[in-house]
């Protein structure tokens, strides 16, 4: 392997992460069956236990409990991911991401072409 092929540090591992959830966001049904539904918050509970960096992971476990996820729709879901990733930008000192627009980035592609 190249010689720069190294260990994730905390801001590859988040970047790459942020973009698995994003993505599972933005494929996830619109309308989810109930089993759906219990799937994506058993998934997202014990990824808040296992997730490689402890304090992070210390960390959104609080907000899962102050704010539980949310999985009744891609929308839903969407949002509420997009909620908790703007707690974390906000703990950074990081600029707050406009929700309205998740789908832009995640899904669609921005209206102006520049994901084609
Ligand atoms: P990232 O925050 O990784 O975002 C990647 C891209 O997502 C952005 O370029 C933007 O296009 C888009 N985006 C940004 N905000 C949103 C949003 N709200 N909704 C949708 N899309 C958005 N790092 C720490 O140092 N301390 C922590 O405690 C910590 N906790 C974390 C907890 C979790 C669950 C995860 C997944 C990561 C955590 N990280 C933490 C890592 C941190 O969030 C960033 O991933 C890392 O600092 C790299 O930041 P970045 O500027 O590349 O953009």
């Known amino acids: 392997a190249p010689l720069n092929d190294c260990p994730a540090d905390v801001e590859t591992l988040g970047r790459s992460t942020w973009t698995l959830l994003h993505t599972i966001a933005a494929t996830y049904p619109t309308t989810p069956t109930v089993s759906e539904q219990s799937d994506l918050t058993n998934?997202?509970?014990?990824?808040?236990?296992?997730?490689?960096?402890?304090?992070?992971?210390?960390?959104f476990q609080q907000y899962i409990k102050k704010d539980e996820i949310r999985a009744a729709?891609?929308?839903?879901?969407?949002?509420?991911?997009?909620?908790?990733?703007?707690?974390?930008?906000?703990?950074?000192?990081?600029?707050?991401?406009?929700?309205?627009?998740?789908?832009?980035?995640?899904?669609?592609?921005w209206k102006d072409g520049r994901c084609d």
């Not at 236990?49 to 210390?58: D, G, Q, S, T």
């Not at 729709?73 to 950074?92: I, M, P, T």
């Not at 929700?99 to 995640?106: G, V």
């Open 73 to 109: 729709s891609r929308q839903d879901f969407g949002l509420w991911l997009c909620g908790a990733h703007n707690e974390v930008n906000k703990k950074l000192g990081k600029p707050i991401f406009d929700c309205a627009k998740w789908e832009e980035r995640w899904r669609t592609g």
């Open 43 to 59: 998934f997202m509970k014990l990824f808040s236990k296992l997730y490689p960096c402890w304090v992070c992971a210390e960390d």
